[in-house]
């Protein structure tokens, strides 16, 4: 037998902690159950006070829970409302399998909320862990309209598609960032390691003036393989970074980072045809789930990552407020295409523009597979290119010394 320390919640929510002596965790889960009590936690008791141990732990955790656990999360709740079981004993097997600590405590308080006659969208929102605030809308959407499995299955679908998404895009840059790195990784050996010993090779033929392109790339050998280059050049990156990300925060500097980033080569056309994507595929579910189409301009709005998509849509829901068709303020806009602007004005005068936006939505989608599907074609000559300078650069200053001092012997 051993001692087993608990913690779980009485059906009107209260939490309880207690001991129980036991043969494993089985037998306690069953000891508590009996019992009527939600198991929230169970670990083993040792000499300290793991509990109060754990629960500093809790607050160090690090990172946020990744999306797809989300996805599984949702499409589990929608999976069990759809199924007709009560939202209270859906949200207390989700807790009972919930892998991390973050979501385990979340949820315990969504489900005590919850027996406290709270609504779901409610209870979601005081956490927000798991949903954001365009999907709680829906989520309160669903619970007005009664079709809250149906929304749920929804959200589930979009979080399913935005992780699809992210790991294309993840997946296509995957290729081009180990290149460069390990171009740079070549770059710095040849600099510290093998420059130095062609550097004393040269001096062993006498004083011999060697080529500019030979000489620079000494000197820059040189500095970099000096300590105080290497000290002064991290607290530069440092600063540099701080600064940015300062510079990001202000409203000024994300526009201009934001409308820089729209304009780079082969990536700015991606980054808005994502804008445009996200922004089409996130008002056609909100206006099909019953949103107003002024709180599903301003929740979109939130959910997009451009600056001047996010304000675009901003002017959008001002302006639709005093009652100007969505196509009008969207035409002001130097981000979002002409053919979407004319697509929306053509749903609008025929009422269709929830079918419109799904057809853009699937055009785009379309579009942004093929992107990130060729994203390493697109890259190659760019990379060959950079690795062709500096194989020449190298070629020339190594070579050119040893062929001009086989002219002046001869």
Same mark, same amino acid.
């Given at each position: 037998?051993?001692?087993?320390?608990?913690?779980?919640?009485?059906?009107?929510?209260?939490?309880?902690?207690?001991?129980?002596?036991?043969?494993?965790?089985?037998?306690?889960?069953?000891?508590?159950?009996?019992?009527?009590?939600?198991?929230?936690?169970?670990?083993?008791?040792?000499?300290?006070?793991?509990?109060?141990?754990?629960?500093?732990?809790?607050?160090?955790?690090?990172?946020?829970?990744?999306?797809?656990?989300?996805?599984?999360?949702?499409?589990?709740?929608?999976?069990?409302?759809?199924?007709?079981?009560?939202?209270?004993?859906?949200?207390?097997?989700?807790?009972?399998?919930?892998?991390?600590?973050?979501?385990?405590?979340?949820?315990?308080?969504?489900?005590?909320?919850? !027996?406290?006659? +709270?609504?779901? =969208?409610?209870?979601? /929102?005081?956490?927000? @862990?798991?949903?954001?605030? &365009?999907? %709680?809308?829906?989520?309160?959407?669903?619970?007005?309209?009664?079709?809250?499995?149906?929304?749920?299955?929804?959200?589930?679908?979009?979080?399913?598609?935005?992780?699809?998404?992210?790991?294309?895009?993840?997946?296509?840059?995957?290729?081009?960032?180990?290149?460069?790195?390990?171009?740079?990784?070549?770059?710095?050996?040849?600099?510290?390691?093998?420059?130095?010993?062609?550097?004393?090779?040269?001096?062993?033929?006498?004083?011999?003036?060697?080529?500019?392109?030979? !000489?620079?790339? +000494?000197?820059? =050998?040189?500095?970099? /393989?000096?300590?105080? @280059?290497?000290?002064?050049? &991290?607290? %530069?990156?440092?600063?540099?970074?701080?600064?940015?990300?300062?510079?990001?925060?202000?409203?000024?500097?994300?526009?201009?980072?934001?409308?820089?980033?729209?304009?780079?080569?082969?990536?700015?056309?991606?980054?808005?045809?994502?804008?445009?994507?996200?922004?089409?595929?996130?008002?056609?579910?909100?206006?099909?789930?019953?949103?107003?189409?002024?709180?599903?301009?301003?929740?979109?709005?939130?959910?997009?990552?451009?600056?001047?998509?996010?304000?675009?849509?901003?002017?959008?829901?001002?302006?639709?407020?005093?009652?100007?068709?969505?196509?009008?303020?969207?035409?002001?806009?130097?981000? %979002?295409?002409?053919?979407?602007?004319?697509?929306?004005?053509?749903?609008?005068?025929?009422?269709?523009?929830?079918?419109?936006?799904?057809?853009?939505?699937?055009?785009?989608?379309?579009?942004?597979?093929?992107?990130?599907?060729?994203?390493?074609?697109?890259?190659?000559?760019?990379?060959?290119?950079?690795?062709?300078?500096?194989?020449?650069?190298?070629?020339?200053?190594?070579?050119?010394?040893?062929?001009?001092?086989?002219?002046?012997?001869?």
């Amino acid at each position: 037998m051993a001692i087993f320390i608990y913690k779980a919640a009485k059906q009107n929510g209260e939490i309880v902690n207690g001991e129980l002596d036991a043969q494993n965790y089985d037998e306690v889960y069953q000891k508590l159950s009996e019992q009527k009590l939600l198991t929230l936690d169970i670990q083993p008791k040792v000499e300290f006070d793991f509990k109060k141990f754990s629960s500093k732990l809790k607050d160090f955790e690090i990172g946020d829970i990744p999306l797809n656990e989300k996805v599984v999360f949702s499409r589990q709740l929608a999976t069990m409302l759809s199924a007709g079981l009560p939202i209270s004993q859906t949200i207390e097997i989700l807790l009972q399998q919930a892998k991390y600590v973050k979501m385990k405590n979340k949820l315990a308080e969504v489900y005590k909320d919850i !027996q406290g006659g +709270i609504p779901l =969208s409610v209870a979601f /929102s005081k956490q927000q @862990f798991i949903f954001n605030e &365009l999907q %709680i809308s829906l989520i309160q959407a669903g619970e007005s309209s009664g079709n809250l499995s149906e929304i749920m299955l929804q959200i589930a679908d979009d979080m399913r598609n935005s992780a699809q998404l992210q790991g294309k895009i993840k997946g296509a840059m995957i290729y081009p960032i180990i290149i460069f790195l390990v171009i740079i990784v070549v770059v710095v050996v040849i600099m510290v390691v093998m420059v130095p010993a062609i550097e004393s090779l040269y001096k062993d033929f006498g004083n011999v003036e060697l080529p500019g392109v030979t !000489q620079f790339m +000494i000197n820059a =050998s040189n500095t970099m /393989s000096n300590p105080v @280059f290497l000290i002064s050049s &991290l607290i %530069i990156l440092i600063a540099a970074f701080l600064s940015y990300r300062a510079f990001y925060k202000s409203k000024g500097g994300r526009s201009t980072i934001d409308k820089l980033t729209l304009v780079l080569p082969i990536f700015g056309d991606l980054i808005s045809k994502i804008q445009v994507y996200e922004m089409t595929r996130l008002l056609h579910m909100l206006l099909k789930s019953g949103i107003p189409i002024i709180d599903a301009l301003k929740s979109t709005s939130k959910a997009l990552s451009n600056y001047h998509f996010k304000t675009a849509l901003e002017e959008a829901a001002t302006e639709v407020a005093k009652g100007v068709p969505l196509a009008v303020p969207l035409s002001r806009s130097r981000v %979002i295409p002409t053919i979407v602007v004319k697509l929306i004005a053509t749903g609008e005068q025929t009422g269709k523009t929830d079918q419109i936006l799904a057809e853009i939505k699937r055009f785009y989608g379309d579009q942004v597979d093929e992107m990130t599907s060729n994203l390493t074609k697109l890259m190659e000559p760019i990379i060959l290119v950079i690795a062709g300078v500096m194989v020449a650069f190298l070629a020339l200053a190594i070579y050119v010394p040893i062929y001009n001092l086989g002219n002046v012997i001869k």
